[in-house]
């Protein structure tokens, strides 16, 4: 349940714990911070930054510390002018998440992601196990899910990462708010499955951080770097190198029943990425796990804990 006195704090109050860092190539990391104690770290989607966790930051913030970063190119925190494939990547932002770690001396975090955040989180997990008490995660692509997202009659819901690719993206989505709020509101609208989870300032919120000038053509750079579902899956079958050994840290696995994008039969197979996890399929939830099912996500963390 949301602490009643945050539940119509606009992003910008300070009554978040809004902090930045440096990461150690010196470019600016945005971040909410609430609490103390056990450290968990919330990595957003797209579209989304910190602010897709605003109804379990209060709640977890009352009994952990609970950091929530905007990745890199995201919300608050830096655009370099990096090579897309070097500087934002899976390999890049878990990077930057380590940094963001260090910088604010936290111990072994559950790490919580969902949709880019999931993928992020798992390369963490990946590149420095010892960091990483235990994940939570949101329908995360594995290596079944991913050759299913190549599937011809997948394509009508995996068009947007191929064309997100193209400077046409930004042109036409990304012109102006208006444009923002049309592109936005379409993924919003198809991909949530409790509606009543995103109220409309909580949404004009969101339009107004992709609205900087800027912001959503930076966004875009997961997608151009590679890291997407589509690019990742077609990169795996043009050069098979087997997959990875699965992931032995405790996962907490959550999967929204009426996700258009991922459908639930796609966790068949999670195994083979994660080792030691236990899924949780859940009724009316579409894609945005971490403000359509809330107390789903908290109880996962404390499992955790």
């Known amino acids: 349940m949301v602490h009643d006195a945050f539940l119509d704090l606009p992003p910008s109050d ?30 957003h989607g797209w579209p989304g930054l910190w602010y897709d966790y605003r ?14 970063p905007d990745l890199r190119g995201f919300g608050a925190s830096d655009s370099p ?10 390999q890049a932002q ?6 963001l770690m260090d910088a604010l001396e936290l111990g072994p975090a559950v790490v919580v992601g969902y949709d880019v955040g999931s993928a992020v989180a798992q390369a963490l997990a990946r590149a420095a196990p010892e960091r990483v008490r235990g994940l939570v995660l949101g329908a995360p692509m594995h290596p079944g899910s991913g050759a299913r997202a190549l599937l011809p009659e997948r394509s009508h ?18 012109r102006d708010r208006a444009a923002v709020e049309t592109y936005l509101g379409h993924f919003y609208r198809h991909w949530t499955g409790r509606p009543e989870s995103v109220r409309r300032s909580e949404f004009e919120a969101v339009v107004d951080a992709y609205a900087v000038p800027g912001a959503f053509d930076s966004s875009l750079n997961w997608y151009r770097s590679g ?13 098979p190198a087997g997959d990875p050994p699965p992931l032995s840290h405790p996962a907490e696995v959550l999967w929204g029943e009426l996700d258009p994008l991922f459908p639930p039969a796609w ?11 236990r899924l949780r399929i ?21 499992a955790l804990l």
Not at 157 to 174: C, I, K, N, S, T
């Open 14 to 43: 300070p009554a978040w714990g809004h902090g930045l860092c440096s990461d150690r190539q010196g470019h600016r990391v945005h971040y909410v911070r609430r609490g103390g104690g056990a450290p968990v770290v919330l990595l």
């Open 55 to 68: 109804r379990i930051i209060p709640t977890l913030g009352a009994e952990v510390n609970v950091v929530a």
């Open 81 to 90: 002018g990096l090579a897309a494939e070097t500087g934002y990547g899976r």
């Open 94 to 99: 878990a990077g930057v998440v380590l940094d």
């Open 157 to 174: 819901e995996f068009w947007y990462q191929d064309f997100h690719r193209l400077p046409l993206a930004v042109a036409l989505a990304g």
């Open 227 to 239: 890291a997407g579902t589509l690019e990742t899956a077609r990169q795996a079958v043009a050069a």
């Open 267 to 277: 966790a068949e197979g999670l195994e083979r990425s994660l080792a030691d996890h």
């Open 282 to 302: 859940l009724p009316g939830v579409g894609h945005f796990i971490p403000f359509e099912a809330p107390d789903a996500v908290v109880e996962a963390v404390r």
